[in-house]
């Protein structure tokens, strides 16, 4: 089934650049993307879309009020007195953790995303 995907200009660049790393064409590489993606079995491979998740990550201007909250990377590090070691992949709830530890993390650069209800 045909698919149309808009890129920008250094998008472009970067996916020639990779069908030519790759030996591929475009579409190729695209597959390759989603093949990687997937576990022999068929099931997804976490590590490899969490990493991607990580590494394409952009920040809120404001981190948006949630009910739940996923880290896309492990952040470790001190808030007030206590010291925390997330695992990226941790989901932080509104019921298990409170808002201002929440937004401490956010302001310290954790990587959160705000899920849907």
């Not at 404001?62 to 808030?79: D, F, H, M, N, S």
């Amino acid at each position: 089934m045909p698919t149309t995907v808009r890129l920008t200009p250094e998008r472009e660049h970067r996916l020639d650049e990779l069908a030519t790393r790759w030996g591929c064409n475009r579409s190729e590489v695209f597959g390759k993307f989603l093949d990687g993606s997937l576990n022999l079995n068929g099931s997804s491979n976490e590590e490899v879309v969490g990493l991607i998740e990580e590494v394409t990550y952009r920040p809120y201007a404001e981190l948006p009020i949630a009910r739940r909250y996923k880290l896309v990377a492990a952040w470790k590090g001190l808030i007030g007195t206590t010291q925390h070691d997330f695992a990226r992949g941790t989901i932080l709830t509104r019921d298990g953790h409170p808002p201002e530890l929440i937004g401490a993390l956010y302001a310290r650069g954790a990587k959160l995303v705000a899920l849907p209800d």
